[in-house]
């Protein structure tokens, strides 16, 4: 069995936190599928803000 990087899930925390204002516990205790999961979501998020700038 291999580790998750522990450089990409802080990463991942730190993307979630500096979104959504989550603790640094609350990000942790997450399953790593939920973590990328709200990382595919705060960049669909991004992508929908950045598109709407450009009008």
């Known amino acids: 069995m291999t580790a ?3 450089q990409r899930l802080y990463e991942e925390a730190a993307f979630i936190a500096y ?3 989550w ?3 609350e990000v942790m205790n997450m399953e ?3 973590r990328r999961l709200w990382c595919e979501e705060i960049s669909k998020i991004n ?3 950045n598109e709407g700038q450009k009008d």
Request: charged residues 20%; hydrophobic residues 35%; proline residues 7%.
């Open 4 to 6: 998750y990087p522990l």
């Open 19 to 21: 979104h959504f204002k």
């Open 23 to 25: 603790s640094h516990d």
């Open 32 to 34: 790593h599928w939920e």
């Open 47 to 49: 992508t929908l803000i």
